[in-house]
């Protein structure tokens, strides 16, 4: 009770400091989040698909937006891969989107390697990324990621199975890259036949062991609707950018003669199932997906290429420096060990050489010319050959200690391109 009124004296004595603005770090999310806005966003797409199926169509209904393109022909050589990548803005957020398309896709006769430019795509954008990440000065704050975020692999609308292209392409890319299966121009086969196709394309994949993307249910905000989403796999879509006018207002829809598709309609396609869930919903998290599991499998799977790793034989704990020093010393022994050859070939050609001069010259000398001359000069026409043969093989000598030198050099050379960790003093 005492020490109660002793504290309620002392603070009528205190001086009142009027406080400017809310204290404490729960305001922290705020900062991020003015920060992520300040720098903008990202996001990368992948439309895989054959030629026709209304790739490009889906991607303008998706941004509400009219990206540039024109219709491709179905008489491509082989697949190639054409990306664009534009700026858009939805109030104050930013958003720096690019759409990679596979042009040519499906339209060989022999379609055995149409999923291989794909794959060495992605793998490209990965091995672009870590170049940047190994630099001594690194810049990733403005670096602009190409790494490819979500794949939206259209399916035909053939109401009976997946082809076997379909299975072979989705198969390389389930671990490069998150893919969504969608059926494209669902409008093409009835409800009743849509409902079963959607089940021979899930059980199928389940059978050959393709893992496509499973929206997250460990948030709790989103599992409830991540997990009804799920069970709606592969979404079936209708893309259209022509307006039509649908009681009092103007819907996107494609119009047939027995009636009018509504895109954003859900009781005729799952459009907007597709567009809240990529973008409203999901899209951080296919970003986050895409650096956490597929690039670092690509970067733990080149480091060890390389001869890095995380632990010794012993399975003990092994620093990066330790393996780089290691690394380093095994080449520096392999160089010595390879200049120190061609250091004793050398010296056994020059004796080689040496005995054939020699050989040459007591073959050059007359019988008893020595004993003749009696220690007198040589005669000059003879003194200038010998010298003009000593020349020659001075020069021939020389000319291989080059050879010898540069082929050294190109090994070296040879080395640190194979190994670019490891250098030389």
């Known amino acids: 009770m005492a020490s109660t009124e002793i504290a309620r004296q002392a603070g009528e004595g205190a001086r009142a400091v009027p406080l400017a603005g809310h204290v404490g770090f729960d305001s922290m999310p705020d900062q991020l989040v003015n920060k992520s806005v ?3 966003f990202c996001f990368n797409i992948l439309c895989v698909g054959e030629t026709g199926l209304g790739k490009s169509t889906l991607m303008d209904t998706l941004f509400n937006t009219k ?8 008489n491509q050589p082989g697949v190639t891969l054409k990306s664009n990548t534009y700026e858009l803005q939805e109030s104050n957020v930013r958003l720096k989107l690019t759409v990679v398309n596979t042009v040519g896709f499906g339209d060989q006769i022999n379609k055995e390697d149409s999923y ?16 940047e990440e190994l630099k001594i000065k690194r ?5 602009h ?8 692999y259209f399916i035909a609308p053939t109401g009976h199975s997946l082809k076997s292209l379909d299975l072979v392409t989705m198969k390389k890319l389930d671990s490069k890259v998150n893919i969504i299966p969608i059926v494209a121009k669902s409008d093409a086969i009835s409800k009743s ?16 062991g393709v893992q496509i993307y499973q929206f997250p249910t460990d948030d709790e905000s989103v599992a409830e609707i991540n997990s009804t989403m799920n069970s709606h796999l592969p979404f079936a879509v209708v893309g259209s950018t022509e307006e039509v006018k649908i009681g009092n207002k103007m819907v996107k829809a494609r119009q047939y003669p027995w009636g009018t598709v509504q895109v954003e309609n859900e009781n005729h396609c799952d459009f907007v199932k597709l567009r809240e869930m990529l973008i409203r919903v999901n899209m951080e998290d296919l970003r986050e997906q895409t650096h956490t599991r597929h690039y670092e499998l690509y970067r733990r799977c080149k480091l060890e290429e390389m001869g890095f790793k995380d632990t010794d034989p012993d399975s003990k704990p092994f620093s990066l420096q330790e393996t780089y020093e290691a690394k380093r010393n095994e080449f520096m022994g392999e160089l010595q060990k390879k200049e120190e050859e061609m ?9 080689e050489k040496e005995a054939e001069l020699k050989e040459a010259r007591e073959r050059e000398a007359p019988p008893g010319r020595e004993e003749e001359s009696g220690g007198q000069e040589e005669v000059p026409g003879r003194r200038a050959q010998h010298v003009q043969t000593k020349k020659t093989a001075a020069e021939l000598l020389q000319n291989q200690a080059q050879q010898a030198g540069g082929s050294t050099t190109l090994k070296r050379d040879k080395e640190r391109k194979n190994n670019p960790w490891l250098c030389t003093e």
């Open 38 to 40: 300040n720098h903008g």
């Open 67 to 74: 990206f540039e393109g024109e219709p491709t022909q179905h």
């Open 116 to 131: 291989k430019s794909i794959v060495e795509f992605i793998d490209a954008q990965f091995e672009a990324y870590l170049q």
């Open 139 to 143: 810049t990733l704050h403005s670096y």
């Open 145 to 152: 990621d190409t790494r490819i975020h979500a794949c939206l």
């Open 193 to 208: 036949e849509l409902a079963k196709f959607k089940i021979k394309i899930t059980s199928e994949l389940v059978s050959n």
């Open 343 to 351: 250091r004793q070939m050398f010296v056994q050609r020059v004796k």
